[in-house]
């Protein structure tokens, strides 16, 4: 069965320190994966997409088919990276979605 | 605004009531989804609209009714409701469904049932 397993509720890092997000999904075929963000008071929205292959913000994700992961990266962290990330699945033409990780960036 | 717009942002509601959320998109999108997002589990899909015409049902029980009747407005009406049901709704749009591009969302309405 189709899957994205974000196994950290939490994280919390300190300012300028670097961060990792983990996703690791479960599916048959060649995967499209996504990462959402939220911040706070803020709408769900695009972070970035593993077809695009590019850097927002400073995050990149690569798809690593061997380990089934999509792992979020960045190498300095900011406040501003303080928010809900959400890794996503395309599958069958709907998204299939991570619980969730919160992402505490410390002063 | 712009974007996509969910009304009202918080509905608390008895067992008895029947009520309906609303979603309006002024993107020009042809795609509009409601998702529901309960405490510390991923988003569920609920149901999807494409061009008008539902394309997915997940499973949704009965007491959840959605109705699409244009391209940028998604309604979804609730009567029966169970006190799990209470959540965050969320409504999107995209472009195209197949396509799966970007999905822009609401704020969600917050349901409380008691």
Request: charged share 20%; aromatic share 12%; proline share 5%.
């Amino acid at each position: 069965a189709q899957r994205v397993t974000q196994p950290e509720k939490l994280l919390s890092v300190f300012k300028g320190a670097p961060v990792e997000l983990k996703c690791n999904y479960s599916y048959s075929g060649s995967p499209e994966l996504f990462w959402y963000v939220q911040y706070s008071r803020q709408r769900l929205q695009l972070l970035l997409r593993h077809i695009s292959r590019e850097s927002i913000k400073g995050f990149t994700a690569d798809l690593n088919k061997g380990e089934t992961s999509f792992h979020l990266k960045k190498p300095f962290a900011q406040e501003e990276d303080s928010a809900m990330y959400y890794c996503a699945l395309k599958s069958n033409y709907q998204l299939i979605w991570g619980a969730g990780t919160k992402l505490i960036i410390k002063p | 605004e712009t974007g996509v717009t969910q009304t009202p942002r918080h509905l608390v509601m008895g067992m008895t009531n029947k009520k309906s959320l609303k979603c309006e998109q002024h993107l020009g999108h042809n795609a509009m989804y409601w998702y529901k997002q309960s405490a510390k589990k991923p988003l569920e899909l609920m149901f999807v609209y494409s061009l008008e015409e539902r394309v997915e049902n997940n499973s949704v029980p009965s007491r959840f009714s959605p109705e699409c009747p244009n391209s940028s407005h998604l309604f979804l009406h609730l009567h029966t409701l169970q006190p799990e049901d209470s959540a965050l709704y969320l409504c999107a749009s995209s472009q195209d469904w197949l396509e799966n591009t970007e999905a822009f969302f609401g704020q969600g309405t917050r349901l409380t049932v008691v």
